[in-house]
């Protein structure tokens, strides 16, 4: 049995962006992988709404900087597998002002905090997929939050697949497989959770066979 850990933002914890609740365990991208997974792989969520790469955020709180919990995440879930990294939605918002390749060499700290970790069987470190998100799409309620987010995140992709380049980590572009809700342009419909848990169905089998 291999130990997934999912590390992510508000699209990982599940955000419903039609009432701002959390979807269910049934809906949630992570739940479905658990359950066409059955007993072969277990599952472990660590989604965060406002979840950064590594910027403290002080107007939504302390507690966002994934760098800073990345690591006793990693401790307290060992031995892991491998690691699906999904944040950088985040990063866009107007008060970091941050381009799209520093948000990609944020992350790439992450990537490399992972890897340079004892906290995969063995005391390896686990493997890496390091996942783009979705683009942002037309705003409504976040729009001055994440004003001239868009355009940024078009290029997140290319910059992320060049991380991935550089650590010989996994990737996968969610952007290239969905798009964010119609409702506020950030968070996921349900349709989408779906066809993401698929990909990375195929994405774990191929990276474990491997």
């Known amino acids: 049995m291999a130990r997934i850990l999912c590390f992510g933002d508000s699209n990982t914890w599940g955000w419903n962006p039609h009432d701002k609740s959390r979807y269910g365990k049934e809906t949630r991208w992570t739940g479905r992988l658990q ?4 007993t072969l792989h277990e599952i472990i969520e660590e989604g965060l709404n406002g979840r950064t790469t590594t910027f403290d955020d002080h107007v939504s709180g302390g507690g966002k900087k994934g760098l800073s919990y990345l ?5 307290t879930h060992r031995p892991i597998d491998l690691v699906i990294m999904m944040l950088g939605t985040n990063d866009l918002k107007l008060r970091f002002s941050l381009s ?11 990537v490399a905090t992972v890897l340079g970790s004892t906290a995969g069987p ?3 470190s686990p493997q890496v997929l390091l996942v783009s998100p979705a683009r942002v799409g037309p705003l409504s309620d976040f729009k001055e939050m994440f004003a001239g987010a868009r355009e940024k995140s078009l290029l997140l992709g ?3 697949r060049q991380v991935s380049l550089e650590r010989g980590c996994h990737f996968l572009d ?6 964010s809700s119609p409702v506020d342009g ?4 349900k349709e989408s959770h779906g066809i993401l848990a698929e990909a990375f169905v195929q994405k774990i089998g191929q990276i474990l066979q491997s």
């Open 158 to 160: 290319r910059h992320y």
């Open 122 to 124: 063995a005391g390896e």
């Open 100 to 110: 799209a390749y520093d948000i990609a060499r944020a992350m790439d700290r992450l």
């Open 186 to 189: 950030i968070h996921l419909e």
């Open 71 to 75: 690591i006793p995440c990693l401790e």
């Open 174 to 179: 969610a952007a290239e497989l969905i798009e």
């Open 35 to 38: 359950e066409m997974f059955g």
